[in-house]
Nanobody, 128 residues
Framework: QVQLVESGGEMVQAGGSLRLSCAAS????????MGWFRQAPGKEREFVAA????????YYADSVKGRFTISGDNAKNTLYLQMNNLKPEDTAVYYC?????????????????????WGQGTQVTVSS
């Protein structure tokens, strides 16, 4: 199993930017996809973005499309989420996740159950 540690969360004003990082404890060889999910207070955890670890396919929730960018650095075993034009509704704990089984459909990227490894989360708070 790969252990994941998120960082970069903090409080920021609306319209600001943050970059979240997710460091893997070992080489990401064998990782098929990685994703970001978030959970706001009183709400269920939801999909934010995902990337096939080969780097050629990305997926985004409609609510973040055009504002967030997911990327990965295989050499550093690190996943990133660049978040621009942040809104108060982006306030949540952000989790990164890794899947080491191949996905056979695009819909798999959106489902929590497809990811076997999870980080502890990092808090993002956007003030209005």
């Amino acid at each position: 199993q790969v252990q994941l540690v998120e960082s970069g969360g903090e409080m920021v004003q609306a319209g600001g930017s943050l970059r979240l990082s997710c460091a893997a404890s070992r080489r990401t060889f064998g990782v098929y996809a990685m994703g970001w999910f978030r959970q706001a207070p009183g709400k269920e955890r939801e999909f934010v973005a995902a990337i096939r670890w080969s780097g050629d396919v990305t997926y985004y929730a409609d609510s973040v499309k055009g504002r967030f960018t997911i990327s990965g650095d295989n050499a550093k075993n690190t996943l990133y989420l660049q978040m621009n034009n942040l809104k108060p509704e982006d306030t949540a704990v952000y989790y990164c996740a890794a899947a080491n089984r191949r996905f056979y459909s695009g819909s798999s990227y959106y489902r929590e159950s497809q990811y076997a490894n999870w980080g502890q989360g990092t808090q993002v708070t956007v003030s209005s």
